[in-house]
């Protein structure tokens, strides 16, 4: 009796199992697939498009992803893997709305598994360009702001990347940079600093011709509160991008901070030999002599990009600005002088140097013709210099 | 916040001035202003100048030089397509097209006519960075031109009309079409923008535009941007030639000096390019190497690192002794390689080129990793080799050579003047540009291959070869491949730019009545160089002329033979266009690259090159090192190398060559035509030898070739240059060595040629994808070159017909059908007769009409011959326009190898002039009826048979006969590939 279950049970154990093997073999038929291996080891190229089977083919291999036996076998994940491609590649959402995430982990991890490399080039293939679409799906789940699946999809195909000795990820433009680039988005849009610190740190190290990865690395180490750390990344990044403004700026109002605008200064005097026609340059030394207190010299330095390029707008107004901060501070002093020959001296002074901010905002005024601020000062300046004719011109076009 | 704000660079600088004003328009002239004088320096290339200034804010810039009774008048705008909105590109272009339409006082076409009248010719040109407008004139139209021009800036607005918008519109699509999609790799540099600059970037779209943003565009946006950007503040006015400036200045004042100012223009900002990681662009084209481009990051025009990465560029990849052509052509792995930095005004980029063969070594098809692996390579060997003082020395010399040349003609030198004004932050001469690239060093090389090259990120253009088709299947998928452009902006939606906002139109007022043409004043006499003539005792004919003007020497052997000797039956076909490549490379004492290394630190060249009837070699260096560069010369004539592993490289090179043709309609338009024509003569068949001839070519049949037809006995030689004739003909003395040999050019007899007792339409289908063009060639044999007889007068004939901008096909097919991007007619004609051709490149479903349009007009001409005004006009440009042609010394070159060539009297030109001026209306007509024959001619059509051939069928001259891309007559079915 013994023998005849153990023969039974072992009957139907085979059955069950054959069933499972059959299982994937359905799936493979579904979707077209006839053998494995050719002639020479690869893997047949040949798969038809059945667009109907498809439904077919999922549910043959998901039964087969569950089944004990065939859960862990290398053709299931390639079977698997090839299905779920094929249903993100024909957008068949009604079947399935994360196909190519399964047909990437699935392709994943038939090649790691796959021991005696039996179907290692075939799957090699189908992975990477499901990497390369799971890529894309992730940036699509990035501007749904599906974040968290965004950097789950990036991870994925970051896992990917060892397996591809051709290079066809960075020919199709996922390169490593990218996609660690990619992760850093999701994880600063989830709000993940610490993972986002390791994806920019990663960046650095691999030279990542971007300023914004040491922007970012300075306004994470600043919100830590580390303003030494946070002028670090500032200065490595100026080293590769002397002349971007942003990182100028960073390091010229953290240096400030630090007590190291000396140095700062150096520095920029340095970069000015090296590109005397760079007028953003020009531009960030004099706003340092600005706050500085030193104005000759910032003058000296706006006037320098002034120079160089007479249609910019910001040197034009920011000596503006200074010639009429100037005034004012003469003015707010003037107001408690007792002496009225004091006072009167010192309002003409104050308008003399009034007078000189009029030309750069007007200057200003011609290259952005709606900025407020100019418009506004420039009523006030007429004012105080008594030019009638141009404060009537100015208020009329401004419709007032 | 603004008070303590820092600078940001700006994206792209908004030009927020506000437009002309809506006061008074009369603009008063006032007096110009010399802003500066340049003058002549002893010892230094100097372009001299006056630079003027106008009130209404015209930049004048007048350059002397009496050496030739010519002039250029130009006039530079600083717009290009830089300045247009994303989804609104291709408009300067497209503006540059209506300004040939017609102003308030210039009808539609009259500026071609009045300047062709004048015996001058006209063009004009885009960039990214400004549009250059220019007539090259007989002095005495100096005026004419500057009325002209000054009409178009000032008066061209409400001249614009609808039809000329829409035909120009389809002018321009075609233009797209014929230039880019429908040529070889001709969408590189736009996918090569799209992908390099970010977007919304001035240079990531291309010069020409995208199809549906010239759809979407209409008058006014046309009109919005001449408002805009066309203003003489906007402008540069050059003159440059036989002109007296005073006279000129006051023509400019009084044309010009009314013309209200436009808005205000600002040096456009964008920020700078960075490359944050390799990038790759791959994409399909009908050609048989496949393409790849690594471009990084370069430098503006100008800029301080510019000419240290030229130089870099030249020794890396120009030459025979760079490393790129080491690696890839020497090793045979690409025919062609090389590397350059293009600087434009706001970026620069520093470009690898390399079309490799499309099959590697083992037999293996190419795949995209191997020609990047290699590039990669090559740039790390090249780091680790470094950079030689004698490397940098050879780029200097051939940099040197190459600006030295700018400054020969006039239209170079107003060029040159109007780019300086544009784009240089200082006064720069020819003098500068050579003296910086003079200062270049190796530490700067160094510097710059470590800041802009090494380690740094590219962009990758790959352009592929489609798949091989192998069954029917992959038939049917390439009839349906489509080579399109792709407009990454065609779905923005496009708000008018501030800067368009109220701009309002300003008519000049004159104080004289702008409606009259000026006259034409006298006309001097061309500057015909005198010469002299010596034959040497082994044949050899000498004829050279004293250019005193120029401090290089330019010398052509031209020996008659070419392909028409090794055409005849039981030669080699092939053989002469292959030797005259292998005698570029090394000789018996030098290897092609000593050789090269010696040309180059002279600053010299020497080409060797063979065509249908003749071999040609062509010797250019400066004087102080002409007896160098002849010893080099004497060596490769004397002591070719004739190597072996050269052989098969340079065989290589042409095979590819050979089949890289199949995949242009124009050059199989060509062969096919001169096959139907010449017929199984050695005048039809193609001088480069077809794939099969050249593959069985061997060593030994080139140097039967250079031993039996490289001789003196058939060889002129006309040098040009600054030595007097004693001293020439001594230099040349060597040449008198060379040994004769009994060298026969073979016979054509006329009975071997095809008849045609009828018109007959054959077609090469060229093409499967739909947006091919259509080659339409219409012609038939014709006569021998003469200097005074049928074949000259059958070219005066031709003038009104096919021979100009305004002929009667030209204006038909292009001006005002809008089938075509240019239509033309000619005779040609050499030592063996000549054709009558008429072609035209066309949208595929036009074909019909355009044959349709093409008889039309060769039939009224014939039947009804040329109107009174067309003679007129074809003697005034023809007896003028001789002065045009013998400024540079390649033009003096070409007039004195046609005297030679064909045993001319020096007086032929008189004697041609003396026959134009004799032609009558009668002469004219019996030779139309006489020379074209159009129920005897070849219709040839080249493209998708598909798409055109019921309707060509139906044209009434029976059904088309198919023929392949060599000739041969196959079936017009349908074949299937087994």
């Not at chain 1, 303003?227 to 002349?243: C, H, N, Q, S």
């Not at chain 2, 990681?277 to 990084?296: E, G």
């Not at chain 2, 050695?682 to 070519?697: E, P, R």
């Not at chain 2, 019921?950 to 079936?971: M, R, W």
Request: aromatic content about 10%; overall charge neutral; proline content about 3%.
């Amino acid at each position: 009796m013994r023998k005849i279950y153990f023969f039974i049970v072992l009957l139907l154990t085979s059955a069950i199992a054959l069933a499972q093997k059959n299982n994937v073999q359905s799936a493979a038929k579904a979707i077209g697939l006839t053998s494995i291996t050719a002639v020479d080891g690869s893997m047949v190229a040949g798969i038809k498009e059945k667009y109907d089977e498809l439904e077919e083919a999922k549910k043959y291999i998901d039964l087969a992803a569950v089944h004990p036996k065939t859960a862990n076998s290398v053709k299931m994940w390639y079977y698997r893997g090839r299905t779920y491609l094929m249903i993100h590649q024909q957008k068949r959402k009604d079947i399935e709305l994360d196909a190519i995430r399964i047909a990437t982990e699935s392709l994943l991890k038939c090649i790691e598994e796959d021991e005696k490399k039996t179907l290692k080039d075939s799957t090699k293939v189908f992975l990477m360009t499901a990497a390369i679409l799971c890529f894309f799906e992730g940036q699509d789940k990035y501007f749904d702001e599906k974040y968290a699946e965004a950097a789950h999809l990036y991870e994925l195909v970051h896992g990917c990347l060892q397996y591809d000795t051709g290079k066809d990820l960075a020919r199709n433009n996922v390169s490593e940079k990218k996609i660690i680039l990619y992760k850093y988005y999701a994880a600063n849009k989830m709000g993940d600093d610490e993972k986002a610190k390791v994806h920019l740190t990663k960046l650095i190290g691999m030279n990542y011709n971007d300023p914004m990865i040491y922007i970012s690395m300075s306004r994470l180490m600043q919100e830590e509160k580390d303003t030494v750390k946070a002028l670090e990344y500032v200065e490595m990044g100026r080293k590769r991008f002397y002349d971007n403004a942003v990182l100028v700026r960073e390091q010229v109002d953290l240096s400030i901070a630090l007590g190291k605008s000396d140095e700062l200064m150096k520095r920029l005097g340095a970069d000015i030999e090296y590109d005397p026609e760079n007028n953003a340059l020009y531009m960030v030394r004099g706003t340092l002599h600005q706050k500085n207190g030193d104005l000759d010299k910032a003058a000296a330095d706006f006037k320098e990009a002034l120079e160089i390029d007479p249609s910019s707008f910001l040197p034009n107004y920011n000596l503006g600005v200074m010639f009429y901060n100037e005034g004012v501070k003469i003015m707010e002093v003037a107001k408690d002088i007792k002496s009225n020959e004091e006072y009167a001296k010192e309002k003409a002074r104050a308008e003399n140097i009034f007078g000189q901010a009029i030309p750069y905002f007007e200057a200003a005024l011609v290259i952005d013709n709606e900025d407020t601020v100019v418009l506004q000062s420039l009523l006030r300046l007429y004012v105080r210099v008594g030019d009638d004719a141009k404060y009537a011109a100015l208020k009329k076009k401004m419709g007032l | 916040m603004k008070n303590f704000v820092l600078f940001t660079l700006s994206i792209f600088v908004s030009t927020f001035l506000s437009a002309q004003t809506k006061e008074a328009a009369t603009a008063d002239p006032g007096a110009p202003v010399l802003i500066e004088k340049v003058e002549a320096i002893p010892g230094k290339n100097i372009v001299t100048y006056e630079k003027w200034k106008l009130s209404n804010g015209l930049t004048v810039i007048i350059h002397e030089d009496h050496s030739d009774p010519i002039a250029i008048v130009s006039v530079s705008y600083h717009v290009g397509s830089a300045r247009e909105t994303p989804g609104k590109s291709g408009f300067a272009h497209f503006f540059e097209h209506m300004m040939f339409q017609g102003s308030d006082n210039v009808g539609d076409e009259d500026h071609f006519r009045i300047v062709g009248k004048g015996g001058g010719g006209n063009n004009a040109f885009t960039t990214n960075d400004f549009t250059f407008y220019y007539e090259t004139v007989p002095n005495s139209m100096v005026e004419t031109c500057l009325w002209l021009e000054a009409d178009r800036m000032g008066f061209l607005h409400d001249a614009v009309t609808k039809k000329g918008f829409e035909n120009q519109r389809k002018v321009v699509k075609k233009e797209k079409m014929q230039n880019q999609i429908n040529l070889p790799y001709g969408l590189m540099w736009e996918i090569a923008g799209q992908n390099l600059y970010p977007s919304g970037h001035p240079y990531s779209w291309p010069v020409i535009g995208y199809s549906d943003d010239l759809d979407r565009a209409d008058e006014s946006d046309l009109k919005n941007f001449f408002l805009r950007w066309y203003g003489p503040n906007n402008a540069i006015l050059g003159i440059t030639g036989d002109v007296n400036p005073k006279e000129v200045l006051a023509y400019a004042v009084k044309y010009f000096g009314s013309i209200p100012a436009g808005p205000e223009v600002v040096k456009q900002r964008v920020p700078k390019v960075i490359i944050p990681d390799d990038k790759y662009a791959n994409s399909r084209d009908d050609i048989y190497q496949p393409l790849t481009t690594m471009t990084f990051e370069g430098v503006p025009i100008y800029h301080r690192d510019e000419a240290a990465l030229d130089l870099l560029a030249d020794i890396m990849g120009s030459g025979n002794n760079s490393i790129f052509y080491k690696n890839f052509v020497k090793s045979k792995r690409a025919p062609i390689a090389f590397v350059f930095h293009q600087a434009r005004e706001l970026s620069g980029e520093f470009s690898i080129h390399i079309y490799a063969y499309p099959v590697l070594k083992d037999g293996t098809q190419i795949s995209f990793n191997d020609t990047e692996i290699l590039i990669r390579k090559t740039l790390d060997d090249f780091s680790a080799e470094g950079i030689t003082d004698d490397a940098l020395l050879r780029a200097k010399e051939v940099t040197r050579s190459a600006i030295w040349d700018q400054g020969e003609s006039i239209f170079e030198k107003a060029l040159m003047l109007a780019q300086w004004q544009m784009f240089s932050r200082r006064k720069r001469n020819i003098q500068d540009e050579l003296d910086r690239y003079a200062r270049v060093t190796k530490e700067d090389l160094i510097r710059v291959h470590e800041r802009y090259i090494k380690g740094r990120n590219a962009l990758f253009v790959n352009i592929w070869p489609l798949p091989e088709i192998k069954t029917e299947a992959d038939m049917i998928k390439r009839r349906k491949w489509k080579k399109e452009s792709f407009n990454p902006y065609a779905a923005i939606s496009v708000e008018l730019p501030a800067e368009y906002k109220g701009l309002v139109y300003n008519k000049a007022k004159d104080s004289f009545d702008r409606s009259v043409q000026p006259t034409q004043g006298d006309q001097k006499e061309a500057v015909i160089p005198d010469y002299y003539t010596e034959k040497f005792d082994n044949g050899l004919q000498i004829s050279t002329t004293q250019y005193k003007e120029n401090s290089k020497v330019i010398i052509l052997m031209s020996m008659e033979g070419g392909h028409i000797v090794d055409g005849n039956k039981g030669s080699k076909q092939g053989a002469a266009f292959l030797t005259a490549a292998l005698l570029n490379e090394g000789t018996q004492n030098f290897t092609t690259e000593e050789i090269s290394a010696k040309l180059e630190r002279l600053g010299s060249d020497i080409g060797i090159t063979a065509g249908g009837v003749q071999s040609n070699i062509i010797i250019i260096s400066f004087k102080e090192n002409l007896d160098a560069t002849l010893k080099i010369l004497e060596e490769k004539l004397y002591r070719p190398g004739f190597d072996e592993e050269d052989f098969d490289r340079v065989k290589k090179q042409v095979l590819a060559s050979i089949k890289s043709q199949k995949s242009s309609g124009t050059i199989t338009a060509e062969k096919v035509f001169n096959k139907l024509i010449y017929g199984k003569t050695f005048l039809g068949s193609h001088f480069t030898g077809t794939y099969n001839q050249v593959h069985k070519l061997k060593l030994a049949d080139l140097k039967s070739y250079y031993e039996t037809y490289y001789s003196p006995s058939v060889t002129n030689v006309i040098a040009v240059g600054d030595f007097d004739k004693d001293e020439m003909i001594a230099k040349l003395g060597f040449l008198k060595s060379w040994k004769a040999k009994a060298v026969q050019m073979p016979e054509l007899s006329m009975e071997e040629l095809p008849k045609y007792e009828k018109t007959k339409v054959f077609v090469v289908h060229q093409s499967d994808y739909k947006s091919a063009n259509t080659t339409v060639v219409i012609g038939h044999i014709s006569n021998k070159f003469d200097a005074t007889g049928v074949n000259f007068q059958s070219t005066v004939m031709n003038f009104a017909l096919g021979g100009a901008f305004n002929s009667r096909i030209n204006l038909n097919l292009r001006e005002d059908k809008g089938f075509t991007y240019g239509a033309r007619s000619g005779f040609s004609g050499g030592d063996y007769p000549g054709a009558f051709r008429a072609q035209a490149t066309v949208k595929a479903d036009q074909t019909d009409s355009t044959i349709v349009e093409f008889m039309k007009e060769i039939n009224n001409y014939v039947e009804n011959g040329i109107t009174d005004e067309e003679l007129e006009f074809t003697k005034s440009n023809i007896l003028q326009r001789d002065v045009l042609n013998y400024e540079t010394a390649f033009q003096k070159l070409g007039y004195l190898n046609t005297i030679l060539h064909f045993k001319l009297p020096k007086d032929f030109k008189e004697q041609q002039a003396e026959v134009v001026r004799g032609l009558s209306k009668a002469d004219i007509n019996k030779l139309a009826r006489e020379e074209i024959r159009p129920n005897n001619m070849v219709i040839l059509v080249v493209g998708n048979k598909y798409l055109f051939k019921e309707k060509v069928d139906a044209l009434g001259y029976g059904k088309f006969s198919q023929l392949d891309k060599t000739g041969n007559p196959i079936s017009r079915a349908t074949y299937t590939v087994k």
